[in-house]
């Protein structure tokens, strides 16, 4: 069974930075796509980035483009988020997916993805 375990969230203030860390387990982390998604209170869930199974392909949110940086080391079973410049309205619970079959087409989607992890938060003080 798929296990994914998000850390590096915290507090840290307007223009500060956060790496984020997803570890993959229970199956062949090479094998899937890998996406962060956030959301904020009263907020639905909003894709932020996404990386293929290789590392080669990164699509990213508009609001985060030039800021964010996702990626992947597939021999340490972990997948990372890096983000610069952060705003107050970055600040949200910050969840990695991932998914075997996700299309280049749909990984900004939710339901794109089976395996969930529980969240890490981040928040930024302005």
């Known amino acids: 069974q798929v296990q994914l375990v998000e850390s590096g969230g915290g507090l840290v203030q307007a223009g500060g930075s956060l790496t984020l860390s997803c570890v993959f387990s229970?199956?062949?982390?090479?094998?899937?796509?890998m996406g962060w998604f956030r959301q904020a209170p009263g907020k639905e869930r909003e894709f932020v980035a996404a990386?293929?199974?290789?590392?080669?392909?990164?699509f990213y949110a508009d609001s985060v483009k030039g800021r964010f940086t996702i990626s992947r080391d597939n021999a340490k079973n972990t997948g990372y988020l890096r983000m610069n410049s952060l705003k107050p309205e970055d600040t949200a619970v910050y969840s990695c997916?991932?998914?075997?079959?996700?299309?280049?087409?749909?990984?900004?989607?939710?339901?794109?993805?089976?395996?969930w992890g529980q969240g890490t938060q981040v928040t930024v003080s302005s």
């Open positions: 997916a991932a998914d075997q079959r996700t299309a280049y087409s749909a990984v900004s989607f939710p339901s794109a993805y089976d395996d």
């Open positions: 229970g199956g062949f982390f090479s094998s899937y796509a």
């Open positions: 990386i293929n199974r290789s590392g080669s392909r990164t």
